[in-house]
């Protein structure tokens, strides 16, 4: 989150019970105007401005972790004891929160429209989000065809069921799988 100057209290160098020289910066609490938060650094070679924006992106980073753990049920929707099934739900954790936060940008947040954005896109090639999911989707199901065996039968029921579990616009996409016999 961006702090400017008249959001900081201040800052004080102290010593833990335990003899540790610790910063702690003092900062305005955003959601309560009245409120404020302090921030501990051991490293006191920083400025409370880096300090600050430290904190700020590894906080986004715990809100990322909480809310795939908690609203997305990373660690206890799935038990599986393989590596890759591991890998592999926790990939599509990962992928629904990445529709929901686009969906959201789309909808609330006018900073995906900045320069900024557009500059990043430049160096990737365009390719719609819905076309991309589709491509790889293709690919998958060709793979799956190509080995015949019950393994891939009980993949392609399980994905059946996770597709049948999207939202309508993610069942769209897709639309009846080439499955061969």
């Known amino acids: 989150p961006e702090h400017t100057p008249r959001n900081q209290f201040g800052s004080i160098i102290v010593k833990t019970k335990t003899g540790i020289p610790v ?12 409120d404020w938060l302090t921030v501990l650094s051991t490293d006191l070679s920083l400025s409370d401005e880096e300090i600050i924006r430290i904190y700020g992106n590894r906080w986004s980073i715990e809100v990322f972790f909480k809310s795939t753990k908690s609203l ?32 959201r940008r789309n909808e609330n947040d ?8 557009f500059r990043l896109c430049d160096d990737i090639q365009d390719m719609a989000l819905s076309t991309a999911l589709q491509s790889l ?45």
């Not at 393994?151 to 994905?159: A, I």
Request: net charge positive; charged share 20%.
């Open 110 to 117: 006018d900073k995906t429209l900045c320069e900024l954005f």
């Open 137 to 181: 989707m293709s690919l998958f199901v060709e793979q799956l065809n190509s080995v015949g065996s019950r393994k891939s039968t009980l993949l392609k029921n399980q994905l059946q069921l996770w597709i049948d579990s999207q939202a309508s616009f993610i069942k769209a996409l897709f639309g009846q799988l080439g499955w061969e016999s």
């Open 23 to 34: 910063k702690l910066v003092f900062v305005r609490n955003r959601n309560n105007k009245r």
């Open 72 to 103: 997305m049920k990373l660690g206890t929707e799935f038990q599986g004891r393989s590596y890759d099934m591991m890998i592999s739900h926790t990939t599509i954790v990962f992928t629904r929160y990445i529709l929901l936060e686009w969906l």
